[in-house]
C-alpha cells in the first residue's frame, strides 16, 4: 500500500541493555525479526531508523534500508518522525525494534482499526491479559477503553481499577502493545507537543496525545511474544521460539 511508510526506530544506546536490537536471537538480530514481520505485512515501505553506525551497517547486511537519525531524538517517536521526512506516506507506523514477535496480521487489524474510524489520530494494539502477575507488573502497560475500541487511559497501573463489590470483575484487564499507526498530520503535531505532565508521570508517551486530545484507536489482537527489555528476555524470547516449532 503506496500510503503507508512503516519505520522500525532501533535505538542502540538503550539504557537497560545497550545493543539490545543487534542481540543475536536464534541466529539473527533482533531487530531482523522486527523488520521481516513489517516486510510481510506489505503495508508499505519499511526503514530502520538508529543513531548508530553500528546497527547502520547490520541492517544493510541483510538487505534492510536503513538510516541515520539524529543521536538527539528524545523518543522513538522523533526517530519516526525525522525518518519520515521528505516521503508522501498518509499513515506512518511505528514499529519498535525490540519486538521480535510482531505479527503481520496485528499491523494489519491495527490499521484497518486506524483507518476505518476517521475521528480517531492514532491507532495500536492491545490483548487480553491472561497471566494475573501482568496486572500488577509496572512493565505491563495497561490500556482502558470505551465501547467502540478508543482509548480512555493507559497506566502502569492496573485500570480500570476492580472494586469488590462491583457486579464486572469478571470483566478482563488490557494490555497495550507500544506500536503506533499515525496519520501524516497527527506524526507532525504530536512532535510539536512537550512531554506532558501525565506522560512525565508514568512514563509513556502515548498519554502525551490523550491529554492534548488526540484520540487513539485500539484493535484487540492475540497475544504477542516476548518483547527485548533486559539481556534476560533473550531467554524468555529463545523458549518462546522453542516452544512455537514444536
Known amino acids: ?18 545493543g539490545k536490537v543487534l542481540a543475536p536471537l536464534a541466529g539473527k538480530p533482533v531487530v ?3 523488520w521481516e514481520a513489517a516486510v510481510r505485512s506489505g503495508l508499505g515501505d519499511v ?9 547502520l551497517q547490520a541492517c544493510r547486511a541483510f538487505g534492510a534500508r536503513a538510516v541515520l537519525t539524529s543521536p538527539r531524538c528524545q523518543s522513538g517517536t522523533d526517530r519516526v518522525h525525522e525518518a519520515s521526512r521528505g516521503t508522501r506516506a498518509e499513515f506512518v507506523i511505528n514499529i519498535q525494534g525490540d519486538e521480535p514477535f510482531m505479527r503481520p496480521a496485528v499491523l494489519k487489524k491495527a490499521f484497518l482499526k486506524l483507518k476505518s474510524s476517521p475521528d480517531c489520530h492514532i491507532g495500536t494494539a492491545c490483548t487480553r491479559i491472561t497471566d494475573k502477575a501482568d496486572v500488577s507488573n509496572p512493565n505491563c502497560v495497561k490500556v482502558a ?33 507500544g506500536f503506533y499507526i499515525y496519520r501524516r498530520e497527527a ?5 510539536e507537543l512537550k512531554p506532558s505532565p501525565l506522560e512525565r508521570l508514568e512514563r509513556l508517551e502515548q498519554l502525551r ?14 497475544a504477542l511474544g516476548p518483547a527485548i527489555d533486559v539481556p534476560a528476555d533473550l531467554g524468555a524470547a ?9
Open 187 to 191: 506524526l507532525e503535531r504530536f512532535v
Open 209 to 222: 496525545a490523550l491529554e492534548n486530545g488526540m484520540r487513539i484507536a485500539v484493535a484487540e489482537v492475540p
Open 145 to 177: 477503553m470505551d465501547g467502540r475500541g478508543r482509548a480512555i487511559y493507559f497506566s502502569r497501573c492496573p485500570i480500570p481499577f476492580h472494586h469488590e463489590l462491583s457486579e464486572l470483575r469478571h470483566l478482563p484487564y488490557y494490555r497495550h502493545y
Open 47 to 55: 526503514v530502520i531508523a538508529t543513531e548508530h553506525e553500528k546497527v
Open 1 to 18: 500500500m503506496d500510503n503507508c511508510l512503516i519505520v522500525i526506530p532501533a535505538r542502540y544506546g538503550s539504557q537497560r541493555f545497550p
Open 32 to 34: 531482523r525479526w522486527c
Open 238 to 246: 529463545a523458549r518462546y521460539i522453542k516452544k512455537a516449532r514444536r
